[in-house]
Nanobody, 124 residues
Framework: QVQLMESGGGSVQAGGSLRLSCEASGDSVSRNCMGWFRQAPGKGREEVARVGINFPTYADSVKGRFTISKDYAKNTLYLQMNSLKPEDTATYFC???????????????????WGKGIEVTISS
């Protein structure tokens, strides 16, 4: 059973940076399609970024500010968040598709495994 554990959240002022980590256990999923999603208070869940082997994709709202990356050896997904804005305040979730899904179709895949989420709060 795959488990995803997020870390690195917290509270920072606008303009600051945070790096979220998502460590996978139970199976090696870092070579699968993986992504970050977020849910702001009172809003639905939205996709932030995802990546398969290469060619990450980003939501328009975070392009140029956020970078998604993987460490295969550590079975870990990262999200570097720079130039943070108050509207980035949300609970951030890590997700992964199962190994049987085609990683080269990452942009279109549903996610099968989810972390419990971590809070990110940006003050103005």
């Amino acid at each position: 059973q795959v488990q995803l554990m997020e870390s690195g959240g917290g509270s920072v002022q606008a303009g600051g940076s945070l790096r979220l980590s998502c460590e996978a256990s139970g199976d090696s999923v870092s070579r699968n399609c993986m992504g970050w999603f977020r849910q702001a208070p009172g809003k639905g869940r939205e996709e932030v970024a995802r990546v398969g082997i290469n060619f990450p994709t980003y939501a328009d709202s975070v392009k140029g500010r956020f970078t998604i990356s993987k460490d295969y050896a550590k079975n870990t997904l990262y999200l570097q968040m720079n130039s943070l804005k108050p509207e980035d305040t949300a609970t951030y979730f890590c997700a992964a598709a199962r190994s049987s899904r085609d990683v080269y179709s990452c942009a279109f895949l549903a996610m099968d495994y989810w972390g419990k989420g971590i809070e990110v709060t940006i003050s103005s």
